[in-house]
């Protein structure tokens, strides 16, 4: 049976992000100590940091290969350091029955503006599948193609046996490739038992995407940020009490414009903003 979309982007595992940025930058700076420690010149210390915290962080990111089917969809993650010993490829198959929810969104990136993305919540076992879009015009496409295809098959509307979506697909289909006859268009069992197994797991909930200023983390900076506004407010009105400290000139005008706004801002998403 043909996949109903496929999509190729770059994935790291998910929920390693931040640990991985983190632990690489510990690991690379032990490196970076014994470096000095042996009396290396500076130059090929800082050169060989360099080299080793990108492997570190290179050694976990992949390029990922995802086939959408009636009733699974199918991950095969090649790693970009292949030629390292004890990174292996991976090769995972989620059952839609297995899916508890979803959640479709965009995240601002530093150099290439909004990213949309898309992250898959199975259960038995508990398991994130979280898949990027790309950063050229072809791979948006590409990813918008296989968005639509994949809330298509949510939403119950996706057809029951359909051709693979481009040639590319084809030539990277993880199973044969079978010539469509006006036979293939009406579903075999497999494939009606694949349809109804699709079927029995709707409604499946996509989820809303948790806003920082609506956790305890945001409430939190928000009050800190309050405290130390209403600090400088005060140092501003009654210098007097705060040991003759006045705030005055460009600060003063930072106070006013800036910092007051922003903090105004920061109170506002905090506490009275409505969660969508």
């Not at 899916?99 to 898309?118: F, H, I, M």
């Not at 494939?191 to 956790?215: D, H, L, M, T």
Request: without cysteine; glycine residues 6%; aromatic residues 14%.
């Amino acid at each position: 049976m043909d996949a109903n979309a496929y999509l190729k982007t770059n994935s790291i595992d998910a929920g390693t992000t931040a640990p991985l940025i983190v632990g690489a930058t510990l690991f690379s700076l032990v490196f970076m100590f014994i470096f000095i420690w042996l009396g290396l010149p500076t130059w090929l210390t800082v050169t060989l940091f360099v080299i080793i915290i990108y492997l570190a962080i290179y050694s976990f990111v992949y390029t990922a290969q995802y086939w959408i089917y009636n009733d699974r969809i199918v991950e095969d993650l090649q790693p970009k350091l292949s030629f390292m010993p004890f990174i292996r490829a991976k090769q995972n198959t989620y059952a839609w029955a297995d899916l508890e929810s979803y959640l479709q969104d965009v995240t601002l990136t530093r150099y290439y503006g909004e990213r949309a993305y898309l992250k898959l919540y199975f259960k038995n076992p508990k398991r994130l599948v979280h898949i990027n879009e790309g950063n050229e015009a072809i791979e948006k496409e590409n990813f918008a193609q296989f968005l639509l295809a994949f809330t298509a098959l949510i939403d119950g509307d996706a057809p029951q046996n359909q051709a693979t979506v481009s040639t590319q697909s084809a030539q990277n289909q993880p199973v044969r490739q079978n010539e469509i006859t006006e036979a293939a268009a009406v579903p075999t069992q497999p494939e009606r038992a694949a349809i109804a197994n699709a079927s029995a797991v709707k409604p499946i909930k996509a989820r809303a995407k948790k806003s920082f200023y609506n956790g305890v983390g945001g409430k939190i900076l928000a009050i800190v940020f309050l405290v130390l506004t209403a600090t400088l407010v005060g140092m501003h009105f009654f210098p007097d009490s705060f040991g003759g400290i006045k705030i005055k000139g460009t600060a003063s005008w930072r106070l006013w414009v800036v910092i007051l706004p922003g903090t105004m801002y920061l109170v506002g998403r905090a506490f009275f903003s409505k969660k969508k």
